[in-house]
């Protein structure tokens, strides 16, 4: 005589189905050790600046921060030689110390006066970042003017990020899909998305932007 045949629950029966599935990538933490802006290895305990474990990191990824001596810190970002303007193109988190201890600076020399934007946020970017200052964004050509500090393509999440001395060719401190130039701090472009938390704008300027417009958003003000 056969073995009765027994029905398992359908509960049970799902649980059996999700277990073959493969498991999902564990998300990697890199730790940023440098405060000197490089791009001449891979991100390593000891040597690893900012660009590094960026360029390093895989989707879904956080970087956070363990500089030495004394804070507070300011990262001088360069130009040249596959430097320049740190590009996001995927899904990261950027966890800083407090905006009073870490700066990333757009001024390469420590003059005071930015050389070059601090951030692009790609289309396929998606990046939250909190707990930093973004300082010293400049542009000065109207063939690249959208965003002294930051340029939104993709979606971008700030919270508890300081914004100071950034400079774009015209517009207000945060423009939003706008043609010319705008944006003093950050220019988010049209389909972009753009997430604005318990920060603080702080000597934004954009060059013909009007004191009369509607700041933080659009053409005008700082």
Do not use: K, Y
């Not at 990262?75 to 905006?99: C, E, F, H, K, Y």
């Not at 972009?192 to 938390?197: A, F, H, K, R, V």
């Amino acid at each position: 005589m056969p073995p009765p045949i027994r029905s398992f629950p359908a509960r049970l029966l799902v649980c059996l189905g999700l277990g073959a599935l493969p498991l999902a990538a564990h998300a990697d933490i890199w730790t940023v050790d440098l405060v000197s802006d490089e791009n001449d290895s891979a991100c390593i305990p000891g040597d690893c600046s900012l660009r590094e474990a960026i360029a390093g990191a895989s989707a879904g990824d956080e970087i956070v921060f363990a500089l030495p001596g004394p804070s507070p810190w300011t990262i001088r970002l360069q130009s040249g030689g596959g430097l320049g303007t740190l590009q996001v193109d995927l899904a990261l988190t950027i966890s800083g110390p407090g905006a009073d201890l870490l700066a990333i600076s757009g001024d390469s020399t420590g003059d005071g006066t930015g050389d070059l934007r601090v951030l692009r946020i790609a289309t396929t970017g998606a990046l939250a970042i909190s707990g930093l200052t973004l300082r010293d964004g400049r542009l000065t050509s109207s063939g690249d003017p959208h965003g002294g500090c930051v340029l939104a393509e993709g979606e971008g999440t700030f919270t508890a990020v300081r914004f100071e001395n950034c400079r774009a060719w015209s517009g207000g401190v945060v423009g939003i899909g706008i043609d010319g130039g705008d944006g003093g701090a950050i220019f988010a472009t049209t389909g972009s998305t753009l997430g604005i938390e318990a920060c603080i704008f702080a000597g934004n300027f954009a060059g013909t932007g009007e004191a009369s417009g509607a700041p933080p958003f659009g053409r005008g003000g700082r």
